[in-house]
């Protein structure tokens, strides 16, 4: 079903956040019967106050048979497939379907899209200024930002769009193709969502799943999650970044194609996964001919996003740093080798199921470690006798900071990359990492920035 045959389908939207009203939005403009549904309690006077005649369900689980007289369901990608209800309407030949599957069919210019279990916001980011610098009409958006579906312009459309793309959304995607992708890494991550690590990791692929001759598809060349794939068999463009691929670090210099692009030292974000990110970037940039002139010059300008690995005081001789995007153990991971020994680090929310045994040895030498949330026992179990914890449960995050404070020593560095989901204890990532720079800016000693 194409988006000119929808007049009087019925449409059910599933997920009323603001990617959920957009698949509304979409699917009322083409005349469809739509009903929203959300499990959350709601304010319905308000959706009604907007939607006059739209049905709402809000508020209970999905009755499994739910979806069953439905011709079509749109789905926000906080919902997982394995939902029961979901899970019976794709049983009985119902498409599930996300944003990025109605954008990809409606949308005319050529897409680069960008996904990863980390970096991929900064490459999207980094990507989406390479072509502003080269003065093309560009929309950046998807999981960053503005939801594809805004991108849509009512006129003339953009000469390109840049996507960041969830591992969600590509499970509920089937006709996207872009012109060049980038899956950037795999690390063990919503597991709880996808039910294993090797769904996870197909929905990472289905990126590729359309792509063919001429397009590009930009890799790692050490995840071993990514190779070996029948993707990669095909007539893709295959490059990759990292040690002897087409973009690499050689004598402390970045090199796209054998060519010397920029000096490490003149990048502004820190640490060798940033370097990798810039890498990746470069390659998705020059496969869709951005000059390199505008390349090399947002490398040297962009300093970074918020959350991710962001200096924000100096008190009593220590850094704090924020990196509440470490929403996971890879991000993390990188988060803790990016900066020097030794470190307090601030660690927990919700796991979402990830083995997070890996941190014993990252946490090894370090100063010590706050712990916090739903993940607390755990992290206390795999930690203890590695280093020195304080555990702080659901205190708080000004607790964890004068906890953190205590352990550190002048000249330490205190990092908040919490290897974790935040919604245990906090509205998302960036509450978390709000609340963590207040608590900072809040302590006596230095200079606040």
Known sequence: MKAQDWKGKKVAIAGAGKTGESLLRFAEERGAQCSLWD???LDEADWQRRYPELPLHFGRSFPEDAFLDQDLI???????????????????GIPL??????????????????????GKSTVTTLVGEMAHAAGLRVAV???????????????????????????FQLTYCESLRPRAAAILNISPDHLDWHGDLADYVAAKWRIARNMGAGDTLVL???????RDHPALDSDLRIQRFGDGGAGQIADDWL???GERLLPITELRIAGRHNQENALAAALLAAAVGIPRAAIVSVLRSFGGLPHRLQWVARKGGVDYYDDSKGTNLGASLRAIEALPKPLVLILGGDAKGADLRPLAAACSGQRGAVLLG????????????VLPIRRTGTAGMQECVRQAAALAQPGDRVLLS???ASLDMFTDYQDRGRQFAAAVHALEGDRNA
């Open 374 to 385: 739903k993940a607390e026992d755990t992290l206390a179990e795999i930690l203890t006798g």
């Open 97 to 118: 379907w996300g944003d990025i599957e109605l954008f990809a069919q409606v949308a005319r210019a050529p897409v680069l899209a960008i996904t990863g279990s980390n």
């Open 418 to 420: 919490p290897a974790c």
């Open 220 to 226: 790692p060349t050490a995840d071993p999650a990514l």
């Open 255 to 257: 090199l796209l194609h």
């Open 141 to 167: 958006g998807g999981n960053l930002g503005t939801p594809a579906l805004e991108l849509l312009p009512e006129g003339d459309e953009p000469e390109l769009y840049v996507l960041e793309l969830s591992s």
């Open 39 to 41: 499990t959350r309690r």
């Open 74 to 92: 749109l789905c926000s990608p906080g919902l997982s497939p394995l939902q029961p209800a979901l899970a019976a309407a794709h049983r009985a």
